[in-house]
């Protein structure tokens, strides 16, 4: 399985392989969001919006939307996609945004510091107010692409990629101490790549960009004699997770 961990800011070099390459995703995500929060937003605000894929999921919520986005070079592919918003290029840590009605996540709840997220974003939210953390794991449909595709990976570079348990954000989230009707949902949805874009999906993993310059390389093409071995595609299988939980009308309080 593909592994995405380390060093957020690192997506900016590849910004344009992110937006072209990276699944989008499921439009229900908004519904969703929506029938958990109840009246329409009055504004949404996001956390590490990169190009914008999670923003077309927030934007369908209504209301003013304030992106939040470290690297400048992604803010400004997300600038382009969403002229209506409010770029603010900062850490969330440091951008001093909110309060709004409803914040949200998609794939970048693991760059925040694990001891302040949920107290910044619970802080970022009006009473009443909704945390909606959404993101995919990727695997393959097929166990025969997966294990060929894990060798041509290891073939370079023989570490285990770490992957998070699907879970370890609904853990994080209702082990904080803060929030009220924490719930998730679990979704799996299939995306057929062909080699071309599955080399530039790998360009913008984490694990991938760690690597010297010359074993990307290497990795590049023993993917590519792979993925051209198994047909000239394969099937991604995006194991999706919806976190939802609420900021009590009354403050929650904690010892911390």
Known sequence: MLADVGDGTRFGEVADFYDDARPGYDPGLSD??????????????????????????????????TCVEPDPRMAALLRGAFPAATIVVAPFEASGTGPADVVGCAMAWHWLDPARRNRLAFDALRPGGTLALFGH????????????????????????????????????????????????????RTVSMDTSRFLRLVRTFNPFRRRSPADRERTLAALASTLDGLGGATVVDLQGHLVLARRAEVAARTDN
């Open 32 to 65: 969703a969001i929506a029938a958990y929060h109840g009246p329409p937003p009055r504004d949404v605000l996001e956390i590490g919006a990169g190009t914008g894929k999670g923003t077309a999921v927030l934007a369908r919520l209504g209301g003013a939307l």
């Open 137 to 188: 794991r990727y695997g393959y449909a097929d166990p025969v692409h997966e294990r060929a595709i894990d060798a041509a990976f290891a073939s370079v570079d023989p570490a285990p990629s770490v992957l998070r348990p699907i879970e370890w954000a609904y853990d994080d989230v209702r082990g904080a101490g803060l929030w009220a009707d924490v719930t998730v949902r679990y979704s799996s």
